[in-house]
């Protein structure tokens, strides 16, 4: 696609950090330099201020990658392209069928109503809820890891969508300033909301959430 696009070497292509390796990898096949912006916490896609002030003359474009079911901010992409002359593209997530969403949403509605803990991910317009990611603050440990654990050992299936960010792998390891990716990356943990879950499955996750409260209480 970007060879396609007429984007090669010499081109230095904004992507994100935070995800699937490919993204960078297929902006090296195509002989151009990934470099990486910061994400929207709330979004976990591309930050579009972060991504203007990756800009540089060498720019050719920007890849959006959408995460977790919310939606990049392409307008603002959009309009960002039409001022520095750059190519916008877009990475999607497959689809579910709409009755899936709906029971998806569903889900992700009773557990923001009862989850206490964790900080319960924000909705947002459209969101399909590919992934429920909450956050587990950290205080000086690895919460995060140590909840993970605790809730797999009472019976529920939860996984770190993102354990390293692509510009911390030594194949891309860029010595760049991204607050919010290096944070998602220690904070996010994905619970599950898949539309086979029972009611009982589900109060099974919020019970075994609620009752880890202690492990998120500041280090002393």
């Not at 009862?114 to 919460?143: C, E, F, I, S, W």
């Not at 605790?150 to 792998?169: D, I, Y």
């Not at 990716?181 to 959430?209: F, G, I, N, Q, Y």
């Amino acid at each position: 696609m970007l060879r396609a696009a007429g984007v090669g070497a010499g081109d230095e292509v904004v992507v994100p950090a935070f995800g699937n390796v490919e993204v960078a990898e297929a902006v090296t096949l195509a002989g151009a330099l990934p470099v990486f912006a910061d994400i929207d916490p709330a979004t976990y896609c591309l930050d579009p201020d972060a991504v203007e002030g990756a800009i540089s003359t060498r720019t050719a474009a920007v890849v959006a990658v959408h995460r977790f079911g919310r939606r990049a901010d392409i307008g603002r992409l959009h309009a960002l392209g039409q001022r520095h002359g750059l190519l916008v593209l877009e990475q999607g997530e497959s689809e579910a069928p709409d009755d899936e969403t709906a029971q998806r949403r569903q889900r992700a509605a009773y557990l923001d109503a009862r989850l206490k803990g964790v900080r319960t991910p924000d909705g947002g317009a459209g969101h399909t809820y590919q992934q429920y990611v909450v956050r587990v603050p950290g205080n000086g440990r690895p919460d995060r890891d140590a909840f993970a654990r605790a809730l797999r050992a009472r019976g529920v299936e939860c996984r770190v969508p993102v354990k390293t960010p692509v510009h911390r792998l030594p194949e891309f390891r860029r010595y760049v300033s991204l607050p919010e990716t290096e944070t998602a990356a220690d904070e996010t943990l994905a619970l599950p909301v898949d539309a086979a879950l029972t009611k009982r499955e589900m109060h099974r996750v919020v019970s075994a959430c609620n009752a880890l409260g202690g492990l998120l209480q500041p280090a002393f």
